[in-house]
């Protein structure tokens, strides 16, 4: 079993930066590749970024690619999202999930609970 748990949601002005982290503790906590979801109201949730356990590969969505930035720091089992130029199509709960590579973007066995994140007009 491996448990996550989001930080670093927020408030913030379209345009502004927030960092999200994920803390995964559990015996095996660090054999998994680590991604990003989110869902707005009213949507279904979507994949937004992930990196592979080593960190050697990273996969962003269209919709984020070259304003958010994904790492880990696998001492630290935590991974992060680096969220920079915010638009308010943004807004969401943001996800923090653990699985295998392969159906990164689509299958994850381990979720967080979640993070809100809000970016005003």
């Known amino acids: 079993q491996v448990q996550l748990e989001e930080s670093g949601g927020g408030l913030v002005a379209a345009g502004g930066s927030l960092r999200l982290s994920c803390a995964a503790s559990g015996r095996t906590a660090g054999s998994y590749a680590m991604g990003w979801f989110r869902q707005a109201p009213g949507k279904e949730r979507e994949f937004v970024a992930a990196i592979s356990r080593f960190s050697s590969l990273t996969e962003y969505s269209d919709s984020v690619k070259g304003r958010f930035t994904i790492s880990r720091d696998i001492a630290r089992n935590t991974v992060f999202l680096q969220m920079n130029s915010l638009r308010p199509e943004d807004t969401a709960v943001y996800y923090c999930?653990?699985?295998?590579?392969?159906?990164?973007?689509?299958?994850?066995?381990?979720w967080g609970q979640g993070t809100q994140v809000t970016v005003s007009s």
């Open positions: 999930a653990a699985g295998s590579w392969g159906t990164v973007q689509y299958k994850m066995d381990y």
